[in-house]
């Protein structure tokens, strides 16, 4: 069975930095796209950042010059930096992993339990 851990979320004030991690764990054959989604109390979960295999970015605009998303391919662990936060970053933040199960060996996306960040003004 596969599962993605999220770790790293918390308090912080604005202008600081957090880190968040997300482990993917199981019989994991191969591991496509990751990445960060958010949502906001009464808002759609949107995304973030995503990052392929082979390294390739994306990044929703509002996260621009102040996010980083990277991953560790031999730990099938994807990072997201992120600094100068503001009061709107405050979600709660998921991780997502697009892979291929050895079981059945099919593609299917993957979501983490969520990590709660919250930026105080």
């Known amino acids: 069975q596969v599962q993605l851990v999220e770790s790293g979320g918390g308090l912080v004030q604005a202008g600081g930095s957090l880190r968040l991690s997300c482990a993917a764990s199981g019989s994991i054959f191969r591991i496509n796209r990751m990445g960060w989604y958010r949502q906001a109390p009464g808002k759609q979960r949107e995304l973030v950042a995503t990052i392929t295999s082979g390294g390739m970015t994306n990044y929703a605009d509002f996260v621009k010059g102040r996010f980083t998303i990277s991953r560790d391919n031999a730990k099938n662990t994807v990072y997201l930096q992120m600094n100068s936060l503001k009061p709107e970053d405050t979600a709660v933040y998921y991780c997502?992993?697009?892979?291929?199960?050895?079981?059945?060996?099919?593609?299917?996306?993957?979501w983490g339990q969520g990590t709660q960040v919250t930026v105080s003004s």
């Open positions: 997502n992993a697009g892979l291929r199960e050895v079981a059945t060996m099919q593609w299917r996306d993957y």
